[in-house]
């Protein structure tokens, strides 16, 4: 069976600095991997994902994410955090080799920015 | 163009009571899938259709859960005499056809919150 683990329950950052989620993932075999926000009263945005290809992934609203298929990481980036970044963000795994479709996602991580 | 749209936003209910969900997908998007969220917690597989598949039920928590969907269109997840620990969100999502292991981006409904009293 495949997991996601999100360590950090929250992460803080001022606004203009860089700011990274951390994501890890187990899944037997290749893996596709997501992330998605989410803002309060809302439903998941889809920011990114991993199919194959080159390791770093560039997403919505600046955002990118860097596979490391030696840590099992898929951790979200983004150069210069502004105050709307804050939400809910969660990753995302699914396996490529079985043909299962549907998501397994971590916990989330609150991302806070401060002006 | 349109997203997945879910009804009703909100629902309350008393224990024991049955409940319907309805998730109407973006069209053209043959793949359906429901995931329960709750409180703070991440978000949990519950079904999956694709196309005229058998769908995946592996993720319902019990036999008081099922799930139906009209060809690649609207589908209904019911909740049976349900129980207090049923409160969560109900979100759908719909996909694109994903051929052979390949898959293809989820886009998520707004959710429908449920609360059992």
């Known amino acids: 069976a495949q997991s996601v683990a999100q360590p950090e329950d929250q992460v803080n950052v001022a606004e203009g600095n860089p700011l990274t989620v951390k994501c890890t993932y187990s899944?037997?075999?290749?893996?596709?991997l997501f992330w998605y926000v989410q803002y309060p009263n809302r439903g998941l945005q889809f920011l990114l994902k991993?199919?194959?290809?080159?390791?770093l992934v560039k997403g919505s609203y600046g955002f990118e994410a860097e596979f490391n298929k030696s840590q099992t990481s898929f951790h979200l980036k983004k150069p210069s955090a502004l105050v709307s970044d804050s939400a809910l963000y969660f990753c995302?795994?699914?396996?490529?080799?079985?043909?299962?479709?549907?998501?397994?996602f971590g916990s989330g991580t609150r991302l806070q920015v401060q002006p | 163009g349109a997203g997945v749209s879910q009804s009703p936003s909100n629902k309350v209910t008393e224990k024991g009571k049955d409940v319907e969900l309805r998730c109407d997908p973006i069209s053209g998007h043959t793949a359906l899938y429901w995931y329960r969220q709750r409180l703070g917690q991440g978000l949990e597989f519950l079904i999956y259709f694709q196309g005229n598949s058998a769908p995946d039920k592996s993720g319902l928590p019990s036999d008081r859960f099922s799930a139906e969907r009209t060809g690649e269109s609207v589908s209904t997840l019911t909740i049976q005499r349900t129980q207090q620990e049923d409160s969560a969100v109900y979100l759908c999502a719909s996909s694109r056809l994903s051929t052979g292991t390949g898959t293809d981006t989820q886009y998520f409904g707004p959710g429908t919150r449920l609360t059992v009293l």
């Open positions: 991993y199919i194959t290809g080159d390791n």
């Open positions: 899944v037997s075999g290749n893996p596709y």
């Open positions: 995302a795994v699914s396996p490529m080799d079985t043909g299962r479709r549907a998501l397994t």
